[in-house]
């Protein structure tokens, strides 16, 4: 199947979309930001992988304090009533995933303390078998277990929160900017 090329932008839309701080996705429809699989009008409709993959792609490394996303839709198709419903559509989606992503990183982040204070726990109980295990060979049996793994669970745990907060704080920082930024349609 052949796709039928589009025309170029008009002048004033090229330098628009140029600003660093722009980012324009063409759309041939509405449809196009749904799932196909989906029957339900736009205030309910799951929104297409394939467009927030794009989206991803486009915005996830893009860091100005303020974003515009440009949706360029062939003038014929446009409705006013429907950008209306997407746009808020759009920001529900958003917010909801920049709220569920806070809480996954609150939740890592209590799950990784929580095992840093075990393994220190379990270093204490590990200094105070060393100094009454003697010659009990069961206690040092417990120590010899005990000691390496508190020692590699400490470590662990702490390697776990540096990259959680890593990779936590940049989705965040994508879902943020997303959730604030302003969606525009342009005829194309």
Request: aromatic share 10%.
């Amino acid at each position: 199947m052949v796709k039928k090329r589009r025309k170029p932008l008009p002048g004033d839309h090229e330098k628009r979309l140029s600003r660093s701080t722009q980012v324009g996705l063409s759309i041939d429809s509405y449809d196009d930001l749904f799932s196909d699989f989906d029957p339900r009008s736009y205030k309910e409709r799951q929104l297409s992988e394939d467009f927030l993959a794009e989206l991803r792609r486009f915005f996830f490394d893009k860091n100005p304090e303020s974003l515009d996303m440009v949706l360029l839709i062939p003038a014929r198709q446009r409705n006013s009533t429907s950008e209306t419903i997407i746009k808020r559509r759009l920001h529900i989606y958003f917010h909801k995933k920049n709220r569920e992503i806070a809480a996954s990183v609150k939740h890592t982040k209590s799950r990784n303390w929580t095992k840093v204070a075990i393994s220190v726990l379990l270093m204490v109980c590990t200094g105070y078998l060393a100094t009454k295990a003697g010659q009990i060979v069961w206690m040092n049996i417990v120590k010899v277990i005990v000691e390496p793994a508190s020692w590699f669970l400490f470590w662990t745990s702490l390697e776990q929160l540096q990259n959680s907060r890593r990779s936590g704080e940049r989705e965040l920082n994508y879902f943020q900017r997303l959730s604030e930024c302003k969606i525009v349609f342009l005829s194309n």
